[in-house]
């Protein structure tokens, strides 16, 4: 069985900076690989205990993501390809997705992961995105995994209940961050993945992909503006007793439609 898993490096969430142009400031702002995409490796890597998979990791960033990457070496995946070129810089996610795509054409896989959606962009666009552009099914919200006598057997969630759905290869799934939680890194492991350097980069003439698909111009969204969120500090103290204080909060919250 061969899995990919496709992960992304992530500012961490409390220092997030934003350029002039709309794109995410990331130089000098602490990464993380993101949770969701975590938790899809964390999957893999169960079914390459269990199975005997190999697992590849993708990216798409510059350079600095090969942190990301040898992370993900440490925890247990057997490859990693980063694809990193500046004509894929300013890519919304279907630019994105169409890279991806791009590069995973010429890769072998029996079963694509990506996690649900990612902190800094909250779409849940590109999983999806690159199965269309793939020609592959694929299910979402995914909780939970197992494989028996070849069929997937996928636990999905909704907000009111759980759907289970059982699927054949090759298929993409799409992984909430709370399916489970990631192991630790294996200390021997990313001492090997950082001394030999065994993220393979690869840029954009690498893959199969149409040039006007990609970046910043391939890319069909835009942003419009960037504000930070403004917090309002006014505050009423009233002193009563209980039963008008829950009178009081209950009127207020008719009062602004919450209720």
Known sequence: MKIIVCIKQVPDTTEIKINPDGTLKRDGVPSIMNPDDKAALEFALRLKDE????????????????????????MGADEAVLLSDRAFAGSDTWATSTALAGALKSMEYDL??????????????????????????????????????????????????YQILKAN???????LQDANTPRYMNVNRLVDATSDDRVV??????????????????????????????FNSERNVVEVNADEAVELIIAKLKERHII
């Open 51 to 74: 199975y005997g998979a190999h697992v590849s990791v993708l990216s798409m960033g510059p350079v600095q993501a090969k942190v990301m990457l040898n992370e993900a070496l440490a």
């Open 169 to 175: 290869g090759p298929l993409l799934l799409t992984v």
């Open 112 to 161: 694509i992961l990506t996690g649900r959606q990612a902190i800094d962009g909250d779409t849940a666009q590109v999983g999806p995105q690159i199965a269309e552009h793939l020609q592959l099914p694929h299910i979402s919200y995914v909780k939970q995994v197992e494989l028996k006598n070849g069929v997937y057997h996928v636990k999905r969630q909704f907000e009111d209940r």
């Open 201 to 230: 980069v690869k840029t954009v003439n690498d893959i199969v992909v149409d040039l006007t698909q990609i970046g910043l111009k391939g890319s069909p969204t835009k942003v419009k503006a960037t504000f930070n969120k403004e």
